[in-house]
């Protein structure tokens, strides 16, 4: 069983920066693709970027060139930094685990992260 915790929300202005983590325990991290999901308010959860085992990495189209994904194997953590934030990027953002082999797949608890204009 894989627990997951995320870190590093906060209230920030249009264009600032922050950093999210992820801490992962219980499992081998080197056995999972990561992911950072999102839910905004009245929307459904949607993926914002995702970093496979072997660090291939995937983004949302409303984020690609504003925010990286990576992860840390000796830290057990993956990270999203996030630049030039929009208001847009308001939302609760999930961290997600899932094993290569079994599938199977574990989020966090969730961290929210403000925008405003």
């Known amino acids: 069983q894989v627990q997951l915790v995320e870190s590093g929300g906060g209230l920030v202005q249009t264009g600032e920066s922050l950093r999210l983590s992820c801490v992962a325990s219980g499992g081998i991290f080197w056995r999972h693709d990561m992911a950072w999901y999102r839910r905004a308010p009245g929307k459904q959860r949607e993926l914002v970027a995702g970093i496979t085992n072997n660090a291939m990495t995937n983004y949302a189209d409303s984020v690609k060139g504003r925010f990286t994904i990576s992860r840390d194997n000796g830290k057990n953590t993956v990270y999203l930094q996030m630049n030039s934030l929009e208001p847009e990027d308001t939302a609760v953002y999930y961290c997600?685990?899932?094993?290569?082999?079994?599938?199977?797949?574990?989020w966090g608890q969730g961290t929210q992260v403000t925008v405003s204009s």
């Open positions: 997600n685990a899932r094993h290569t082999r079994s599938q199977s797949v574990y």
